[in-house]
């Protein structure tokens, strides 16, 4: 690990790869990308326990932790077990109060166990939920990145998903959203880097946006008259 650089670990989204990052290219000069994958979690195993177990991946003392959609939860969780310099999050949620409503009805009324998630060794119904109705019309562009299917694991994401019992917004987390997010809708979104035109998976259609500027809103120089 080089000292000189910073260290920048990406976290991917429900049931996708790091593959997901592989059009994110920032400065070697300036930065040093980590990029971590999900791990099955350990029976019911609690969010903040496997964020604690996820945080041990990490060897920078002061390290940049990006996450997308479930992973933007996870690496907020991750913080507790570690002292970043900042945390960024795309593509999702900073508390469960800005969940849509049907996530709010699916904790309340249990509906989640419903879900059959056997069925995700479907890929296109995997897709759809991992990613958006959207997503079918790119399904082969798509199956690249969608590769962890254990139902297990599926089961436990979605559960720690919909009972994530964050309220409190660390005012320290910086968030990009795109505002044609169709999984977190912009409506229930507060104090975010707005992208037009970004959609759930804007991590790889708005690669371009973010290769030019994660690289300022790392070090701290982004403008803030671009925020929401």
């Given amino acids: 690990m080089d000292n000189t650089k910073i260290s920048v670990y990406f ?3 429900l049931a996708a790869s790091s593959l997901i990052f592989e059009r994110i290219v920032l400065n070697e000069s300036l930065f040093e990308v ?3 994958d999900w791990e099955l979690p350990i029976g019911d195993e609690s969010l903040p326990d496997y964020a604690k177990r996820m945080a041990k991946k990490i060897t920078a003392p002061n390290p940049v932790l990006i996450g997308v959609s479930f992973g933007g939860i ?7 077990f570690l002292h970043p310099k900042k945390v960024i999050i795309i593509s999702s949620v900073k508390s469960n109060i800005e969940f849509p409503r049907r996530m709010k009805i699916a904790k309340t009324t249990k509906a989640y166990k419903l879900i059959p998630t056997s069925v995700f060794s479907n890929i296109e119904k995997l897709s759809a939920f991992s990613f958006g109705k959207s997503i079918a019309q790119r399904l082969k562009l798509y199956e690249r990145y969608l590769s962890i299917r ?3 694991y599926l089961d436990w994401a979605i559960e720690r998903v919909v009972l994530w019992d964050r309220t409190q917004v660390d005012p320290r987390v910086i968030h990009i959203h795109g505002d044609a997010d169709e999984v ?4 229930n979104i507060k104090d975010c880097i707005l992208v037009k035109g970004g959609t759930h998976v804007m991590i790889l259609s708005k690669f371009k946006w973010l290769n030019e500027n994660l690289p300022a809103i790392i070090m701290g120089t982004f403008s803030v008259g671009s925020k929401n």
């Fill in 11 to 13: 976290m991917p989204g």
């Fill in 74 to 80: 996870l690496v907020q969780e991750m913080a507790a």
């Fill in 184 to 187: 977190f809708p912009l409506l």
């Fill in 150 to 152: 254990d139902v297990h």
């Fill in 34 to 36: 980590h990029l971590l």
